[in-house]
């Protein structure tokens, strides 16, 4: 479901629409969250038990384990606070409401600071696109020398010290890792009884 602009008769473009959607989702968890303080529910982070009781249920508590430390909340404070479900309806409840009449998609992005995010992108792109333009460094250049990276395939490891090599006694075939050396075997072994 997409808002329609008053102005174009066109959806909203899907960056704004999802901006303005999670303005309406951190509206409405402010709107839990007060209302849950004016019932007296206290945020699971206030409450502590100092005596380690068990996760599960003990003496009209529910007892939560988060962020290794244990917290317990009275079941009838627990059943008042509000479900993920509640916040989930009202978001949807807030969307559908908010698609359902054409709105200027300019002026309420604007009011929730979309555009201005967007008149700082192009400022620098602007500047960016100068510093391009000048001929002089911004700041000081090192030279690297044009020689090729070193690779992982020479003769010495990172520390200085030759790789062990191993070879088949067969072949004389060259591996680095002793698994390849053995896998290499395997099909030896495999061909000697295949002839």
């Known amino acids: ?3 329609i602009d008053s102005v174009t008769n066109h959806p909203w473009s899907p960056k704004n629409s999802r901006l303005m959607l999670e303005q ?17 529910i206290p945020q ?3 409450v502590h038990d100092d005596n380690g009781v068990k996760i599960g249920e003990k003496d009209n508590f529910q007892v939560y384990k988060d962020d290794g430390k244990v917290y317990a909340v009275d079941q009838h404070l627990a059943s008042l606070k509000h479900s993920g479900r509640e916040n989930r309806l009202m978001v949807q409840r807030r969307w559908a409401q908010f698609c359902s009449e054409p709105r200027d998609e300019v002026a309420l992005s604007a ?8 008149d700082e992108l192009a400022r620098t792109l602007d ?4 510093v391009a333009d000048s001929d002089q460094p911004i700041g000081p250049v090192k030279s690297t020398p044009d020689l090729p990276m070193p690779c992982s395939d020479t ?3 990172e520390l200085g010290e030759p ?17 390849h050396l053995t896998n290499h075997k395997k099909a030896h072994a495999r061909e000697a009884v295949s002839v």
Do not use: H, N, W, Y
């Open 1 to 3: 479901m997409q808002p």
């Open 24 to 40: 309406i989702k951190d509206e409405v968890r402010a709107e839990l969250r007060a209302r849950d303080a004016s019932r007296g």
């Open 44 to 46: 699971l982070k206030d």
């Open 111 to 118: 009011k929730a600071g979309l555009t201005e995010r967007q």
């Open 127 to 130: 500047r960016t696109a100068e």
């Open 155 to 157: 003769d010495t490891a």
């Open 163 to 179: 790789i062990q090599e191993f070879v088949c006694d067969q072949c004389d075939r060259k591996f680095t890792q002793r698994g």
